[in-house]
């Protein structure tokens, strides 16, 4: 992404940004709300047109991109939203087979054998596949759109905030999901997130979104030491702090077992700046 | 827990006593503004209290402020002096505690706050009584209006150009979703259109046959209910009834699926929702709704007979043979001809609104409504603008 601007009215939410994604790498795209991260993405997958600005994937431009080759870039790539997206008037393994149904001369039982595969690879039972999307809780929802995303084996595949609103169970069991798909189809990852356990423990590179731009783009470990105000403010909480080591291991280990600590980190509660006074000491 | 009190022990010291919270501070919140207080350094003495909340040390910071005094906490539980703190500071930030709903201009002793409350009172009331609010709602509805009329401009031509596209590859046409929409829009609708169109056609002989009775013209009933409901009110009420059913269906259907992303998601895995779910639609209810109109036809006139056969002495041998000579094909046509136009109307609104929902449950709601009400409004105008045309054309 080269120069990107958008704005919405007066409001502007990018000015001149710019974006790179190196291919097979996983990068997070990160930054507190309002920065920007979704209508990013959003630009990105073309659901929304950027005010200004080139957005290039797999080298083409995709503003000018006719209808066959949109479409055949389409089906380059998978896309897992925030609430999941799944088609609540179709089962689950209807959900994940859809994209195959639509643009494969597969047969139907073959489309239904790579959908039940798809489905397991995420950690989904065969019985779930047959339930309708509302049946499901709120971290199969997650597995179930990933397994959809991943239906067509794509090369590069958009995360909208994977593991929100997933208790720390969950979230830590898809983004294992997420390692483990990299690894099997080492494709390319861009994900938008404000998870810290899943920055830590999934992310390559993290593009750091402020002040209507990307701050800077760097792995974990050195945005962590980073000075710069809003990437302290960001990152180097008193959560960070106290996971950094912790963590830095656990992505060494490509995270078979995580460390206990996660979920009870993410259950402490940020100290905000208070405008408390330290308690006077009682009578005069 | 006893109620909030406040006692004073001396010039500078105040008892509270009590539970200053929500439920039990009752009323001390007005008679507070008339106490007065000292400016200056004042002592709060917190031994009695028992237990205070947000409201509690709202009251407290207000009635402090409003007499500019500076209160320090003594006896008080660190945690409480700690809310009476945050309190204290957000309300200071705020500044004059406008908005402070126990802070009543009448209630309020200090002349000179009271005053500053009428000058800013004063100034924006011509601002409000003037002209320019009018006009800026009056540019905003028209340029509202001119924006949606643009996008069902947009939204009208690509599902025109998607139809035609569609046209060129059949194989890609839908019919399990047309053949759904024909069930869930058409079969299903069958017994409240039919029990819709025979009330009509009772009400119609019904009203009628008082008219006819006095001329002697009983018979002229047939034509009566005959012309009026194969070319009016068959095709109308049919329409309205489906606009109510599947119109709200399809906005809300498409609405909620934009709300959960679905639209999106469709879009993504290169699947084209104007193909997927509107064509679909529109396909459905232009088979379904002329054989709806035709079924209110058959039960409306039905409803005609047995109003003629019991009110007029008309039976309904004699009424169908009469019907037969006398009622023009044409009728029926045109009758059926306009409910091919109302069909596309309900569901293209209904697509049409179902996608200009944005991200909440609210909106779902709002985009429903909007469809139904626009739908039966634009299948009336157009009736209406047929009715002209087809009396110019003698038809």
């Given amino acids: 992404m080269r120069g990107v601007s958008t704005h919405f009215g007066k409001h502007a939410v990018h000015t001149d940004l710019d974006l790179e994604v190196r291919r097979g790498e996983i990068l997070a795209i990160a930054g507190g709300s309002g920065s920007g991260k979704s209508v990013l993405l959003r630009e990105m997958i073309l659901l929304q047109k950027p005010s200004a600005g080139s957005i290039k994937i797999f080298g083409d431009e995709i503003a000018s ?19 999941g997206g799944l088609f609540g008037a179709l089962t689950v393994r209807e959900n994940v087979g859809l994209p195959l149904r639509e643009h494969t001369a597969l047969d139907d039982k073959m489309i239904d054998d790579i959908a039940d595969w798809k489905l397991s690879l995420t950690g989904l039972e065969p019985d779930d596949g047959v339930k309708l999307p509302s049946a499901l809780s709120g971290g199969m929802v997650k597995r179930a759109a990933l397994a959809r995303a991943l239906a067509l084996d794509p090369e590069l595949l958009f995360l909208d905030e994977p593991t929100s609103g997933l208790d720390p169970a969950s979230a830590r069991g898809v983004t294992e999901l997420i390692l483990k798909t990299h690894a099997l189809y080492g494709l ?38 980073n000075d710069n105000p809003i990437v302290q403010e960001y990152f180097v909480d008193a959560r960070g702090d106290a996971r950094s080591d912790a963590h830095i291991q ?35 | 827990m006893n109620s ?12 509270l006593s009590g539970g200053w919270t929500v439920h039990s501070l009752g009323t001390l919140g007005q008679p507070l503004d008339v106490e007065a207080c000292a400016q200056g350094d004042i002592i709060l003495d917190g031994e009695k209290l028992e237990a205070l909340d947000s409201a509690g040390a709202w009251v407290l910071q207000v009635w402090l402020q409003r007499h500019d005094a500076a209160a320090t906490l003594q006896h008080w539980p660190p945690r409480m002096q700690a809310l009476m703190e945050q309190v204290g500071a957000y309300t200071r930030l705020k500044g004059e505690p406008k908005s402070q709903p126990n802070a009543e201009p009448e209630a309020q002793p200090n002349a000179e706050l009271n005053s500053k409350r009428m000058d800013n009172k004063s100034a924006a009331e011509p601002a409000q009584s003037s002209l320019a609010p009018l006009l800026a709602q009056i540019g905003l509805s028209a340029y509202a209006a001119a924006e949606q009329a643009l996008a069902l401009l947009t939204f009208t031509g690509r599902t025109a150009t998607t139809a035609l596209n569609l046209m060129r590859h059949p194989t890609r046409i ?30 119609v002989a019904y009203q009628g046959a008082d008219q006819l009775k006095h001329y002697g013209a009983n018979i002229f009933v047939v034509e009566l209910v005959g012309y009026s409901m194969l070319r009016e009110f068959a095709p109308l009420i049919t329409a309205i009834i489906v606009a109510g059913r599947s119109g709200s269906a399809f906005s809300a259907q498409i609405g909620t699926m934009v709300v959960t992303d679905e639209i999106d998601a469709l879009r993504t895995i290169d699947i084209d929702p104007t193909e997927l779910l509107v064509l679909p639609k529109i396909a459905g209810l232009l088979v379904a709704l002329p054989l709806l109109t035709v079924f209110a036809d058959i039960t409306g006139v039905f409803g005609g007979m047995v109003m003629a056969r019991s009110q007029l002495g008309i039976g309904f041998y004699e009424f169908l043979d009469r019907f037969g000579h006398e009622i023009h094909g044409s009728a029926f046509l045109v009758g059926v001809g306009k409910s091919l136009v109302f069909a596309v109307i309900i569901a293209g609104i209904g697509c049409f609104q179902g996608f200009r929902t944005t991200d909440s449950a609210d909106s779902v709601g709002r985009q429903t409504t909007t469809s139904v009400v626009q739908s039966i409004f634009l299948v009336i105008v157009v009736d209406a603008l047929f009715s002209v045309v087809f009396n110019i054309l003698n038809i």
């Fill in chain 2, 4 to 15: 909030a009190a406040l006692s004073q022990s001396d010039d500078h010291e105040w008892k």
């Fill in chain 1, 65 to 83: 991109l006719d209808e066959a080759a949109t479409h055949q870039l389409r089906q380059r790539w998978g896309v897992m939203f925030q609430k």
């Fill in chain 1, 188 to 225: 390319t990852i861009v994900m938008v997130t404000h998870d810290l356990d899943l920055l830590w423990r999934a992310s390559d590179r993290v593009a750091v979104l402020g002040e209507r731009r990307v701050m800077m783009t760097a792995p974990m470990a050195e945005l962590q030491h």
């Fill in chain 1, 250 to 284: 656990a992505r060494g280990q490509t995270a078979a077992s995580s460390p206990v600590s996660t979920s009870a980190a993410a259950l402490t509660p940020v100290p905000t700046p208070s405008l408390t006074t330290p308690p006077a000491p009682h009578g005069r």
């Fill in chain 2, 174 to 203: 839908r019919w399990r979703a047309v053949l759904h929409n024909i069930q869930i829009g058409g079969f299903e609708a069958l017994p409240i259109v039919g029990l819709t169109a025979f009330l009509l056609g009772v009400v």
